[in-house]
């Protein structure tokens, strides 16, 4: 059984830096993507950043140049480097993945994904 388990959330001041964690259990899988979702009250769920095991990575546009996606394979864990952080990143995080891609791109479509951890809240303070 597939477990996704994230950690790493809290609270900030804007500025500053969290890093999230996702640990990955239950799959054996060469090829998969995996990514991070958000989502804030009142609003749609909507990626942030994602990576396939070719290492292609893909970001929102909000997040570009803030946020960087990697991953541990030896740890089987996904990591969200989230710096200089904004009020407006104050969201539910949620890690996903999927086990049967195979595209040489990393998908930021949620459809695309079936496998959802249960979220870490992350809460920026201006």
């Known amino acids: 059984q597939v477990q996704l388990v994230e950690s790493g959330g809290g609270s900030v001041q804007a500025g500053g830096s969290l890093r999230l964690s996702c640990a990955a259990s239950?799959?054996?899988?060469?090829?998969?993507?995996m990514a991070w979702f958000r989502q804030a009250p009142g609003k749609e769920r909507e990626g942030v950043a994602s990576i396939n095991n070719f290492g292609s990575t893909d970001y929102a546009a909000s997040v570009k140049g803030r946020f960087t996606i990697s991953q541990d394979n030896h740890k089987n864990t996904l990591y969200l480097q989230m710096n200089s952080l904004k009020p407006e990143d104050t969201a539910m995080y949620y890690c996903a993945a999927d086990f049967t891609w195979t595209r040489w791109w990393a998908p930021l479509r949620s459809s695309e994904y079936s496998y959802w951890g249960q979220g870490t809240q992350v809460t920026v303070s201006s």
């Open positions: 239950g799959y054996t899988a060469s090829s998969y993507a």
